[in-house]
């Protein structure tokens, strides 16, 4: 009962009033999508141009929509909270793609993710925490920008921070560097990628390599298609697993290395890797596990009437909500908060990674990154 | 103890507290998108048609 307890926050009635503001924003804007795919269906020139040539679908109304409530409209602070925890309806749309794949692409697309995102993830903290040292940035936010430029962003910085002893205004700097980077990418690699040919796959692959929160990278590849979508989330998946690791280096970086270890507050490496786990992906893999099974009883997205084919109808709403979160929390205010050092960390790191990400992902080749979901 | 010191503990602990907090809501939000998508897979084994009629067909009005 004690364990039950814990799943409820004391306060969470202030969440409401917001939740309910994103479930009834992602439904007019679903609706909005469903009715430009209609007028397109019959053949409506302004929908057709819509639809196919500046793809306004579901992702962009939701993310463009919400971005202009945000910041045109004053929206009452009671919405705030229940706003910010919206984007999380995501990770259940994540564990509901799990019946998109199989072990064969879990071990293919994965593997090769995973070979991906530990070279770039290191890669990008290692170089991001050299540079801080060479110049002369503090621990503190050269700590947090390794770790946040590396993985998971916002979530990284926050998991980062006590133990490289960053200050509130370093976080501050890191998190808008971070938040203004991420929103810059996700709205101009989609059309870099169609600009440039590149296959969904392709682009699934790149946009988990560059953008660095898991809401703002299933959005950008859910943008670009459901193939780009796939791929992306299996990636993802794979990096989101080595955010405990990156907290570890930088304890060995920070701490451990330098012999900077308070002797009255001795660090369990082992309770850090365990806390900071994301235990959601668990869902992921159990769905992946029954698809592979290949149990009639569960069937597959693709068998009419099956429970996985039920089940599959409902994570693009999942998604909608998690979007609308992700647009009306989206101020242009926090990320002007972005500067410093932090911010020409941030983008020489976002640079850097969008160019050698891509080169690396059109040697790699789509036939590596597609998902095939076992046909 | 200067007064630059006490200052930085308390920031410190602030913080350490600000991540202990956000990471077991990050566990509690794990938790309940684990309970989301089986309580959907569980009402998807009930009730396929319904299920895929609800998502794909009545919540949309047009």
Redesign the interface.
Request: hydrophobic content about 55%; charged content about 25%.
């Given at each position: 009962m004690q364990q039950l307890k814990h799943l409820f926050v004391p306060d969470w009635t202030r969440f409401v009033p917001g939740f309910l503001f994103c479930l009834v924003f992602a439904f007019l804007g679903m609706n909005l999508d469903h009715l430009i795919g209609q007028y397109h269906t019959v053949g409506i020139a302004w929908a057709t141009f819509l639809y196919e040539e500046a793809q306004f679908n579901y992702v962009v109304i939701l993310l463009l929509g919400g971005i202009l409530v945000r910041n045109t409209i004053p929206l009452p602070k009671t919405l705030f909270p229940g706003i910010s925890i919206a984007r999380t309806i995501i990770k259940p749309g994540i564990i509901i793609l799990g019946v998109h794949y199989v072990w064969a692409d879990v071990v293919r697309v994965g593997g090769m993710g995973l070979a991906l995102t530990a070279v770039f993830i290191f890669g990008t903290a290692i170089v991001v925490m050299w540079l801080c040292k060479k110049w002369g940035v503090s621990d503190g936010l050269g700590g947090i920008m390794g770790a946040g430029t590396g993985v998971c962003g916002v979530s990284a910085i926050i998991a980062t921070s006590p133990v490289v002893r960053s200050s509130p205004i370093e976080m501050a700097y890191a998190i808008g560097t971070i938040l203004l980077f991420g929103t810059l990418m996700l709205f101009t690699m989609p059309y870099i990628g169609t600009s440039i040919n590149l296959s969904e796959p392709e682009f699934g692959g790149w946009a988990a390599i560059a953008i660095l929160n898991t809401a703002q990278l299933v959005a950008a590849a859910e943008w670009y298609g459901t193939e780009a979508r796939d791929t992306a989330v299996l990636i993802n998946v794979a990096r989101i697993m080595f955010l405990p690791l990156v907290v570890l280096f930088s304890v060995w970086f920070y701490v451990l290395r330098t012999g900077k270890q308070d002797p009255d507050h001795k660090i369990n490496k082992w309770l850090l890797v365990k806390d900071k786990f994301p235990i959601f992906i668990l869902g992921f893999f159990l769905l992946v596990f029954l698809n592979s099974l290949n149990i009639e009883a569960f069937g597959n997205p693709r068998i009419e009437g099956s429970p996985f084919w039920a089940m599959n109808a409902s994570y693009t709403w999942l998604f909608a909500i998690g979007f609308s979160g992700i647009g009306l929390s989206i101020s242009i205010e926090d990320m002007k908060k972005a500067g410093g050092k932090a911010f020409t960390i941030g983008m020489v790191a976002a640079l850097v990674k969008m160019v050698l990400g891509l080169g690396v992902i059109l040697l790699i080749g789509a036939q590596w990154l597609r998902v095939t979901g076992g046909n | 103890m200067t007064k630059h010191d006490a200052s930085d503990k308390k920031?410190?602990s602030?913080?350490?507290h600000?991540?202990e907090e956000?990471?077991s809501?990050?566990?509690?939000?794990?938790?309940?998108?684990?309970i989301?998508?089986?309580g959907?897979?569980i009402l998807?084994?009930a009730?396929?048609?319904q299920?895929?009629h609800f998502?794909?067909q009545a919540?949309?009005?047009?």
């Open positions: - | 920031q410190e602030e913080l350490e600000m991540a956000i990471f809501s990050e566990k509690r939000e794990d938790i309940w998108a684990i989301i998508a089986m959907i897979l998807s084994v009730f396929p048609d299920i895929y998502f794909r919540l949309y009005l047009f």
